[in-house]
T-cell receptor
């Protein structure tokens, strides 16, 4: 069984640019969540997608957007990058919505904004 | 709003020592509680969970009991190993919710 994978592993962007991060869910999982983990902090919830529709959103501005595809892979897009967007971005997939379902995390993408 | 507070680190222990990492939460309703572990360079892994009051989650020698009266979910292990060195996160999720709400994490360093 393939776990959650994310690409790229690292990337460097400059302020004002746009970035797309990708996530491949664990087989059979229809729900994906994205988190931002700043250095020395716990992950912060960005949003969740369930069967291709947004199913909840944290306190992040609209320049953070996402997509989930029919094969349940997912993208996180960030426009107009700011220095504070530098962080580890984690995606997590689960069998279904709801707190009873374990979320399986990928290794993350380290984004540096200069 | 809902939140999780866990003890500041780093926690430095010798092999075979007893471990406690404190975690308290603030939430309305009846959240589920989790401990996740993050090894260097890896994503988070679920260590254990408890979904209702007085439940005890356990895995790999780690234990935590959901105490509603004290709003706590402290992580314990009787004898730590060098391989337990990692960052530990306490988290909660509402019964019908979607997001995990994490504490800031506690770094554990175990020396031989």
């Amino acid at each position: 069984e393939t776990g959650v994978t994310q690409s790229p592993t690292h990337l460097i962007k400059t302020r004002g640019q746009q970035v797309t991060l990708r996530c491949s869910s664990q087989s059979g999982h229809n729900t994906v969540s994205w988190y931002q983990q700043a250095l020395g902090q716990g992950p912060q919830f960005i949003f969740q997608y369930y069967r291709e529709e947004e199913n909840g959103r944290g306190n992040f501005p609209p320049r953070f957007s996402g997509l989930q595809f029919p094969n349940y892979s997912s993208e996180l897009n960030v426009n107009a990058l700011e220095l504070d967007d530098s962080a580890l971005y984690l995606c997590a997939s689960s069998l279904d919505r709801g707190s009873f379902n374990e979320q399986f995390f990928g290794p993350g993408t380290r984004l540096t904004v200069l | 709003g809902d939140s999780v507070t866990q003890m500041e680190g780093p926690v430095t222990l010798s092999e075979e020592a007893f471990l406690t990492i404190n975690c308290t939460y603030t939430a309305t309703g009846y959240p589920s509680l989790f401990w996740y572990v993050q090894y260097p360079g890896e994503g988070l892994q679920l260590l254990l969970k408890a979904t209702k009051a007085d439940d005890k989650g356990s895995n790999k020698g780690f234990e935590a009991t959901y105490r509603k009266e004290t709003t706590s979910f402290h992580l314990e292990k009787g004898s730590v190993q060098v391989s337990d060195s990692a960052v530990y996160f306490c988290a909660l999720s509402k019964q019908a919710g979607t997001a995990l709400i994490f504490g800031k994490g506690t770094t554990l360093s175990v020396s031989s």
